[in-house]
């Protein structure tokens, strides 16, 4: 049993995990490396705003794609038992993303702020690097 996605599907995916990742990337640039000085010292990089505003709206694109991933894609290789230990990584990850994501948004004070921001910049990139891997796998299985 054949697990991929439609071609528009797989695209989508692909398309917003790279605008998360670049988002990401582009925020983390931005913070730690384009804080302006100014007379009153460091200020924010007019990227930062933006940078969000962009990873926001890819985050909750990518919200929408996982649930339209669930029946066909999801479904149907826990059915097949296959590639399971990478998919299972997948959404926990994602899990952990929007855990921690709706968690910078509404839980975190400036002095948690700095913890949260780490946990999830460090999962994303977990989960950056575990995309391909997941993919390359089921690729693997179905030859």
């Known amino acids: 049993m054949s697990m991929p996605m439609e071609r528009w599907q797989r695209r989508s995916v692909y398309l917003t995990i790279a605008l998360l990742t670049l988002s990401g990337v ?7 490396f384009l804080r302006p000085v100014t007379e009153f010292g ?3 990089s007019p990227f930062e705003p933006w940078s969000m505003k962009l990873h926001g709206g890819a985050a909750m694109a990518l919200l929408f794609l996982l649930g339209s991933m669930l029946n066909n894609h999801i479904r149907r290789g826990l059915r097949a038992r296959r590639n399971r230990s990478s998919g299972w990584s997948m959404v926990a990850l994602t899990g952990l993303l929007v855990l921690t994501g709706y968690g910078l948004y509404y839980l975190a004070g400036e002095g ?11 999962i994303g990139a977990g989960f950056a690097a575990g995309l391909p891997l ?6 693997r299985q179905t030859s």
Do not use: I, K, Q
Not at 26 to 32: D, E, R, T
Not at 112 to 122: A, D, I
């Open 26 to 32: 582009a925020w983390l640039v931005a913070h730690f």
């Open 42 to 44: 460091e200020s924010v």
């Open 112 to 122: 948690s702020r700095p913890l949260w921001s780490w946990v999830h910049w460090v």
């Open 134 to 139: 997941h993919v390359w796998w089921g690729r």
